[in-house]
């Protein structure tokens, strides 16, 4: 919580205001309460509007702890009838493993590129929920984009997307780096073509697998022991 003044020709206010990111991602803030007119708080709280400050960001600091012990105690009711049928074919269990990553993903200010990846080639598909969802759905059970996809639909949040769009950028080339000569070049069209480098294997999970395979070869190796062989 912080506080914010709004002035007028005759008078000034003093508010307390909560910051929070918008569903565009954009750092906004909401008045959650009003202390009053300078005015009015010089009686009690002054002689100086200085002093009225000092009194008012104590309130905000208070105002503050009251809201993050009202969330430690906040309680979902969820209800549940034991005699109750599922209906067939209906989704009953939803997939939330995904909040901890997008915490981190946001936090990145990922989204913020996207939107300027978006406004720059036009777009027509949201990049920024693809792109997300495929980080999310990929660190917790990597897959292709299809098995992705239907992971995905299984989050509490929806995609806003459809199967296609994730195949509207490429995830490998037959060649690489790309040739002058492919007929991929031809295409101008930002919106029907986005090319992105191979590293969609490079999940923390294939990593940190790569490494363990590496350090027990090594150990078997040392002892004599033979381990992934090829022939």
Known sequence: MKVTTS?????????IAKSYINNKGKSTSVNVRKLGTLKELLIDHGPTRDDVMRWAKEEARLETLKYKKEQQTKAVPVTFHSDQKLDYDQQVLYHGGYLFPQAFYYRLQLNKTCRKLREKHKFKYDINAILSDLIYARILEPASKRSSYKNVSEFLEKPSYQLHDLYSSLDVLGKEPIEADNPLMEIKDSTKLVITPHVAWGTVEART??????????????KGEKRNVVS
């Not at 697998?209 to 040392?222: G, K, P, T």
Request: a negative charge; aromatic letters at 18%.
């Open 7 to 15: 002035k007028s020709k005759n008078s000034e206010s003093f508010y």
């Open 209 to 222: 697998r790569l490494m363990d395979e590496v350090y027990e070869n090594i150990a078997a190796f040392s």
